[in-house]
């Protein structure tokens, strides 16, 4: 089981694993900055994770199957002088990557790191060499394709009232 030493982490990645298992189906859960709401309805079921009130995570899945529909990974709105996300963004981040390539959704691995290697150093999400920039000067939402382990950009993604991506 993913496990991680930041207890806000742990909390969102606990129902991230209860939704995927189909244990809960609907509700607001908040613990300190962090809030993970999950809604269910004939066309989805959709786990959202947001840091002080800003959504950084939102996965949606098909009800019956549980195939994924749709995994987006928002930056927020706090970024550090040189334009990285967080370091709280990127540890809730990181935790909840490592949760989903643990259930098997995403590729193990997959991390917001900073790239040392880049002429400039930039903050990425990605696996070794498949990478996407990310950061306030670069792209802030990247969806990832599950079934194809490949990265799109996604800048200025708008959410919907009942929680489903658009």
């Known amino acids: 089981m993913a496990r991680s030493n930041k207890p806000l982490t742990q909390f969102a990645c606990n129902y991230l694993m209860d ?3 189909d244990l809960i189906r609907n509700g607001r859960f908040e613990e300190g900055n962090t809030k993970v709401e999950i809604s269910t309805d004939k066309r989805a079921k959709v786990f959202n994770v947001y840091l002080y009130d800003d959504l950084i ?5 098909h009800p019956g199957t549980n195939e994924v529909m749709s995994l987006t990974i928002q930056l927020g709105s706090v970024f550090s002088f040189e334009g ?3 370091t709280t963004t990127q540890e809730r981040l990181n935790g909840l990557l ?5 259930l098997g959704i995403i590729k193990k691995n997959t991390r917001v790191f900073i790239n040392k290697n ?9 696996c070794g060499e498949d990478y996407v920039k990310v950061g306030r000067d670069f792209y802030r939402s990247v969806r990832l394709s599950p ?3 490949k990265f799109e950009v996604l800048d200025g993604l708008i959410f919907n009232d009942n929680l489903a991506a658009v």
């Open 19 to 21: 939704f995927e298992h």
């Open 57 to 61: 995570l939102a996965l949606s899945v």
């Open 84 to 86: 990285f996300p967080s």
């Open 98 to 102: 490592d949760c989903l390539g643990h």
């Open 118 to 126: 880049l002429p400039k150093r930039t903050a990425c999400i990605g």
């Open 147 to 149: 079934s194809e382990d």
